[in-house]
Antibody, heavy 118, light 108 residues
Framework: QVQLVQSGAEVKKPGSSVKVSCKASGGPFSSYAISWVRQAPGQGLEWMGGIIPTFGKADYAQKFQGRVTITADESTSTAYMELISLRSDDTAVYYC???????????WGQGTLVTVSS | EIVLTQSPGTLSLSPGERATLSCRASQSVSSNYLAWFQQKPGQAPSLLIYGASSRASGIPDRFSGSGSGTAFTLTISRLEPEDFAVYYCQQYGSSPLTFGQGTRLEIK
């Protein structure tokens, strides 16, 4: 059974950066896309971007271009999402999800709460 | 970018009733790559339906999806108490992936 385990909650100051990890187990890693989706308190789901580890090139939502970097380490089956220049409205739960061809976002991590506050 | 609009925003029904949720896309969804997710408070979303009409592994057959192109529907044939949650549609046929704003299914 595929499992995605994310790093723990973070509290950050405005203007700083955060890097969230997502470790995959129980299945292949390199050929499946990993997406990052965030959810602000009481709000809906928002796709930030994704990466297919074996290709290494990430695709980003225009809203986050220039502020987010998604990477993957095939040797540890871990994907990362780094968000810079944090603002208070970046406070959200950040999820990673593994995408299977034709199936979509089949497996999700447990979520990582990032709180941005001075 | 494909904009997904879900209706209604909130649906109030009783256990045993039938629920019909709608998702409309601003342009045709490629290959009908349209998914439905269920999300309960404090939990990650859970995949229910993919490819517009295929149930994900372990999903009860009271959940069904239909539609193509720009109009999609999630139907829950007989509501169980555990079905009351928020439901999102999502398209994964083209980048950027996009989600609808959600439908809250609440107990009447």
């Amino acid at each position: 059974q595929v499992q995605l385990v994310q790093s723990g909650a973070e509290v950050k100051k405005p203007g700083s950066s955060v890097k969230v990890s997502c470790k995959a187990s129980g299945g292949p890693f390199s050929s499946y896309a990993i997406s990052w989706v965030r959810q602000a308190p009481g709000q809906g789901l928002e796709w930030m971007g994704g990466i297919i580890p074996t290709f290494g090139k990430a695709d980003y939502a225009q809203k986050f271009q220039g502020r987010v970097t998604i990477t993957a380490d095939e040797s540890t089956s871990t994907a990362y999402m780094e968000l810079i220049s944090l603002r208070s409205d970046d406070t959200a739960v950040y999820y990673c999800a593994r995408e299977a061809l034709a199936v979509g976002l089949e497996y999700w991590g447990q979520g990582t709460l990032v709180t941005v506050s001075s | 970018e494909i904009v997904l609009t879900q209706s209604p925003g909130t649906l109030s029904l009783s256990p045993g009733e039938r629920a019909t949720l709608s998702c409309r896309a601003s342009q045709s969804v490629s290959s009908n790559y349209l998914a439905w997710f269920q999300q309960k408070p404090g939990q990650a979303p859970s995949l229910l339906i993919y490819g517009a009409s295929s149930r994900a592994s372990g999903i009860p057959d009271r959940f069904s999806g239909s539609g193509s192109g720009t109009a999609f529907t999630l139907t829950i044939s007989r509501l169980e108490p555990e079905d009351f949650a928020v439901y999102y549609c999502q398209q994964y046929g083209s980048s950027p992936l996009t989600f609808g704003q959600g439908t809250r299914l609440e107990i009447k």
